[in-house]
């Protein structure tokens, strides 16, 4: 079990442009897994292996890979820091043990780090941050601290502070050894010295530290004890404390470097065995039996029956389908047999691999508190369990975002239907965010997905990957409907079919809720027995996927069945479902509909001299702007606007702003569509909602 302490398993995570490929690809040159550095920019970087990574700089899927340092393995995962994208930071904190968040210098906390930060709240995992592009005009460590204290609400622990700003930014101060970092550049920062702190930062560098060690006396009694007697304290001590508090979540300590510039990579990785966790210092990996629901555990432990979680599945075009996995307990063998869990369909263990990026090892087992993937799994799905014959066990799938944009997608030619239904298959299981389907009252096929880029990523792929010449439609909005006031709805039907009576009545009543979908049988079993349950609750929930007003789901409503009765020589599901079909109709009707559209979160950081005309041509957009804060000669702006209206800003706001200005965004929430809004969208509906 020695081999479980030396495991690493951590996701790298920012805001898009924050610098988090880059750190990447250092800690993977530094640890000698590569021999020269590829550049984002460049698109050389080994972790963007995807031609549509390479051409547009960006990172659109996570990609795992395995390095050692200092006797230590460490499992990577780099995931994309664009929003579109954001499920697969999402299904990676999910199954790993740490991480590090990677905040840019200018930008500080951004839209995109809220989220990933708060996502690894979510499944509580232990976090460094490391404040990257200090090199950059603008950089300031000091208000990403601030920033991370207001708008993340947690408690950082700097445990190092940068020496120099700017462009004069020339290494780190290391609070808890007390010694400066300073890296030759000829060397590409492979070789760097310990020098002693120089004079014009010694005041700076022992006011940062005492702050340092006040935070860790509030977690350890030994330190407070030593702090007050103004007795020197352990490193050992120091760093067994850091852990200890980035372990249970009560601190996140801070790093400071310049990736780009080869700066403050090793103390980086240094803090990753020294203060994020082995598996075997999380608690134990809770499921439930997939037969009789009993709570289920697994220990990070060889001896333990083999579990493991599906966390990503890629199709790669010589092997197939691969499904990553990560292993919470036992071990996996080539030649064994494991079960699938929730399909329970028994597999035999083919090949294993390792992964580094898009290239493969091939191995004969993997053991507890490893990654890795299996080759040729059919009919699985992101979140589904792998587990021992004998001891099954099902892991918490996980909860998907609905897509916010659709377009049409068509072959160009009649010989490639089946093609492009293929390849949409493939990227569906792929890409658990992505979904497809089939209009039948206009023939077209659908594409829907998170935003603008994740449906052009796509198109790319299916075109250029798969080959297949189509059309696309522009990319649309995913509306909502729901309801406003509570109302109650009846329902019958009578009907003689083959010499039988089908009778049936229903009572339904319908409520506003603020979120979600629910079903609810508050009837007398006499009246409409149990065994009718699932094919009434299958249709209310059939009208629901489909909508009544614009053919869009129904959101935010709570459904009773209040009362019922049905002919009882002859019980007919059939009727109950029709009768049920036309009293949420009618309880829809009076319920005052509306349609709800997506609104977006955005964040514009722009030069001071832009930012009244991007003002006004965000209100224009029916935006709001909710607050600005003063970057040095730049402005942040966060707010709202609909994600109709943002169609097109990319090319809109460079052009505001002369190609200086940047933004981002990510889903909010759903509002209703106001009135005039309506008129202009949807004509056809003014009689409708009146009803």
Not at 245 to 252: D, M, R
Not at 344 to 349: D, G, Q, S
């Amino acid at each position: 079990m020695e081999y479980i302490k030396r495991i690493r398993n951590i996701g790298i995570a920012a805001h898009i442009d924050a610098g988090k490929t880059t750190t990447t690809e250092r800690i993977l040159y530094y640890t000698g897994k590569i021999y020269r550095m590829g550049e984002v920019d460049e698109g050389t970087a080994t972790m963007d292996w995807m031609i549509q990574e390479k051409e547009r700089g960006i990172t659109i899927t996570s990609a795992a890979t395995t390095c050692l340092w200092k006797g230590y393995q460490i499992n990577i995962i780099d995931t994309p820091g664009h929003v579109d994208f954001t499920i697969e930071v999402e299904r990676c904190l999910k199954v790993l043990d740490g991480a590090i968040i990677v905040f840019c210098g200018v930008g500080g906390v951004e839209s995109q780090t809220e989220t990933v930060w708060h996502q690894a709240d979510k499944y509580r995992v232990p976090r460094i941050a490391f404040v990257n592009k200090l090199d950059r005009i603008g950089s300031d460590f000091k208000r990403v601290i601030k920033m991370m204290e207001e708008r993340l609400s947690l408690k950082p622990l700097p445990i190092q502070i940068p020496y120099g700003e700017e462009e004069n930014f020339k290494g780190v101060i290391d609070l808890i050894e007390q010694v400066l970092y300073i890296w030759y550049e000829e060397t590409l920062g492979a070789k760097y010295d310990k020098l002693p702190i120089p004079e014009d930062y010694k005041e700076k560098a022992k006011s940062m530290r005492e702050k340092m060690i006040e935070i860790l006396s509030e977690e350890d009694e030994e330190i407070l004890e030593k702090y007050l007697k103004g007795e020197d304290i352990p490193i050992d001590l120091i760093k067994g404390v850091i852990r200890k508090g980035t372990l249970n979540l009560k601190f996140y300590p801070v790093l400071c470097g310049s990736a780009l510039k080869n700066k403050g990579i090793q103390p980086l990785l240094d803090s990753i065995i020294d203060y994020l966790p082995s598996p075997i210092d999380l608690p134990p990996v809770v499921g439930f039996h997939p037969k009789n629901n009993n709570l289920e555990e697994r220990k990070a432990n060889i001896a333990q029956p083999f579990s493991a979680l599906i966390f990503k599945i890629q199709n790669d075009f010589n092997r197939g389908l691969l499904s990553y996995f990560r292993i919470y307990s036992g071990k996996i063998q080539v030649g064994k047999q494991i079960l699938v869990v929730p399909t329970m369909e028994k597999i035999r263990v083919n090949k294993i691999l390792l992964m580094h990026a898009n290239k493969q090892q091939e191995v004969e087992e993997l053991k507890a508190g490893e990654i890795g993937a299996i080759v040729g799994l059919k009919n699985v799905k992101t979140g589904y369990t792998l587990c021992d014959l004998h001891a099954p066990i099902a892991f918490e799938p996980l909860t998907l975002p609905e897509p916010v944009i659709f377009a049409t997608i068509e072959p160009k030619t009649k010989k490639d239907e089946k093609k492009l239904q293929e390849s949409l298959e493939l990227l569906t299981i792929e890409d658990p965010t992505f979904k497809v389907k089939y209009d039948e009252e206009t023939g077209q096929r659908i594409i829907m997905g998170m935003g603008e880029l994740h449906l052009e990523i796509i198109a790319d792929r299916i075109q250029r990957d798969y080959k297949i010449p189509c059309h696309i439609g522009k990319p649309q909005v995913s509306y909502r409907e729901t309801i406003t006031k509570e109302s109650i709805g009846f329902g019958k039907f009578s009907k003689i079919i083959d010499n039988k009576l089908h009778q049936a009545e229903i009572t339904i009543k319908i409520s506003p809720k603020e979120r979600g979908v629910n079903v609810i049988f508050n009837v007398d079993k006499d009246k409409i027995p149990e065994i009718f349950y699932p094919k009434i609750e299958e249709t209310l929930l059939g009208i629901i996927n489909a909508g009544l007003l614009i053919g869009y789901p129904i959101n935010n409503i709570l459904i009773e069945i209040l009362d019922g009765s049905y002919y009882k020589d002859n019980p007919s599901d059939f009727a109950f479902q029709i009768a049920a079909n036309n009293a949420f109709n009618e309880a829809y009707k009076n319920a005052q509909p509306k349609i709800l559209e997506p609104i977006m979160n955005i964040e514009i950081l722009t030069p001071e001299e832009y930012v009244g005309v991007i003002i006004n041509d965000l209100t224009a957009r029916r935006g709001k702007i909710l607050k600005i804060e003063v970057i040095k000669d730049y402005r942040v702006l966060s707010g709202i606007v609909p994600l109709k209206e943002t169609f097109g800003y990319a090319t809109t706001i460079r052009s505001l702003s002369s190609g200086r200005a940047t933004y981002s965004m990510h889903f909010s929430h759903y509002e209703i569509l106001p009135d005039e809004e309506i008129k202009k969208i949807f004509p056809y509906l003014e009689i409708k909602l009146k009803y």
